[in-house]
């Protein structure tokens, strides 16, 4: 089952993709019963919208995205790093998260923008201390994550805030699919057509499971909360003009255009 949240003339919502039909539903990170073994959809009106008739918006809207470092072995090589004993987890902020379709923009602070294709892991209900086995329990569905870093910024700083946190550094969707197994999924970044990352999911040194398991012991985990599961090697940079793609085996494509920040005041 896709699920997506749209824009439409008529307002905003979720629904399931069919096809090009979305069947508008009730927000489904609203549900919470703590015994119900999966998702079931509340339909809302009577009416399939189109499509392509609606605005994509991110399908949920985390409270935080945990981000993880070095989880794949070839990426771990790419950056002249060890394999981690235990997940290296980083916070990406809420604020940085970008529409399928919508524009990233190059800040002027960092000369070098980086590509980082991943498979997304959204959480379903609240959780804390869960179990590795357990974990389907409460994982929603799988998207896919661009996890956009100012690769200077992160060398300079050594931490990962900034590099990692600044407004539309972290597009995710088209939607979240719900059914589907993470062991072994093709993960792929194109930038203007050519291929600049290809890895799949068994190759994560820390998988699916273990990675809820590990967060869930630092961190209560909420519906709607994304988990960004790593980056294969082959990261690369991104310049004005450039569009790229992310694509996960069994989901679909991401895909985003890039632009330099006019740096507009906000108020």
Known sequence: MRIV?????????????????????????????????????????????ELAAVQ????????????IGV???????????????????????????????????RPPDSERVDHEAELGVVIGRP???????RAREVIFGYTCVNDVTARDLQRKDVQFSRAK???TFCPFGPWIETELDPADLGVEARVNGEIRQSG???????????LVAFISRVMTLMPGDVIASGTPAGVGPLVAGDRVEITVEGIGTLAN???NDPVRMLI
């Open 257 to 259: 255009v890039v632009e």
């Open 127 to 133: 959780c804390r201390h869960v179990p590795a086995d």
């Open 71 to 105: 989880n794949y072995h070839a990426h771990a090589a790419e950056m002249g790093k060890a394999a981690p004993a235990e997940p290296m987890i980083f916070l990406k902020s809420p604020s940085a998260v970008l529409n399928h379709g919508g524009t990233i923009l």
């Open 200 to 210: 799949r999911t068994r190759d994560l040194i820390h998988d699916v499971p273990k």
């Open 165 to 167: 946190s600044f407004d």
């Open 5 to 49: 949240r749209y824009r439409h003339e008529s307002g905003s919502g979720y629904g399931i993709l069919t096809g090009d039909r979305i069947a508008p539903v009730k927000d489904p990170f609203m549900w919470s019963a703590p015994d119900a073994p999966v998702y079931r959809p509340e339909p809302v009106g009577a009416n399939d919208l």
């Open 56 to 67: 994509l918006l991110t399908p949920c809207r985390p409270s935080k995205i945990v981000c």
